[in-house]
């Protein structure tokens, strides 16, 4: 089981806002690592789309934004776009064992 | 630019030693940290590890026991190497450049897609 978790779907039609949750635990979003996300289109590479929260790489529109409060952390797209339907993944570091970079399960958008 | 382009066989035996290289362009091997990060079919991402700006290493506990991790600097090369595997080290595996210990995956290759079977 993934360490942070997501839903596996979300949908929403073109021109609305949708929201994206990935819930952590006490030992890694919860103590204070930042979280990423990425989205990953159909038979591609993942891509960096929020990095340390809430910073948008240079390219991404600002449809895209993060949040994060304690130990849970949301990515909202607005105004979307058929183009949005993809993957996508929250990353963070988890401090278990000798500590490791986690993923969560990935949540699969589909533009209606 | 900075473009990370992995290579390997895409078919290796059960009990085998899985071997991949990722070149690295515009950057060098010996800055930030580099991961491997692999994507069975159909599944989401599990990071194997990482070899660091200073050659140390870190691993997925899950893996630790079966993997090497390393930096060739003459040739601003990484290298995976997973031995024993089995059918569940069927995946895409993905080289990426790591912004920090903890951080921000923030370069990707495309992939090579690695089967195992025999």
């Known amino acids: 089981q993934p360490v942070l978790t997501q839903p596996p779907s979300v949908s929403g039609a073109p021109g609305q806002r949708v929201t994206i949750s990935c819930t952590g635990s006490?030992?890694?979003?919860?103590?204070?690592?930042?979280v990423h996300w990425y989205q990953q289109l159909p038979g591609t590479a993942p891509k960096l789309l929020i990095y340390?929260?809430?910073a948008r790489p240079s390219g991404v529109p600002d449809r895209f934004s993060g949040s994060k409060s304690g130990a849970s952390a949301s990515l909202a797209i607005s105004g979307l776009q058929a183009e949005d339907e993809a993957e996508y993944y929250c990353?963070?570091?988890?401090?278990?064992?000798?500590?490791?970079?986690?993923f969560g399960g990935g949540t699969k958008l589909t533009v209606l | 630019q900075v473009q990370v382009q992995e290579s390997g066989p895409g078919l290796v035996k059960p009990s085998e030693t899985l071997s991949l290289m990722c070149t690295v362009s515009?950057?060098?091997?010996?800055?930030?940290?580099w991961s491997w990060i692999r994507q069975p079919p159909g599944k989401g991402l599990e990071w194997v590890g990482y070899?660091?700006?200073?050659?140390?290493?870190k691993y997925n506990p899950s893996l630790e026991s079966r993997v090497t991790i390393s930096a060739d600097t003459s040739k601003n090369q990484l290298s995976l190497r997973l031995n024993s595997v089995t059918a569940a080290d069927t995946a895409v595996y993905f080289c990426?450049?790591?912004?920090?210990?903890?951080?921000?995956?923030?370069?990707w290759g495309q992939g090579t897609t690695v089967t195992v079977s025999s």
């Open positions: 990426a450049r790591g912004k920090g210990a903890t951080g921000t995956l923030d370069v």
């Open positions: 515009g950057d060098s091997v010996s800055s930030f940290y």
């Open positions: 070899v660091s700006y200073t050659g140390s290493t």
């Open positions: 006490s030992s890694n979003l919860g103590t204070g690592f930042d």
């Open positions: 340390i929260n809430t």
């Open positions: 990353q963070s570091y988890d401090r278990t064992l000798s500590g490791l970079l986690v």
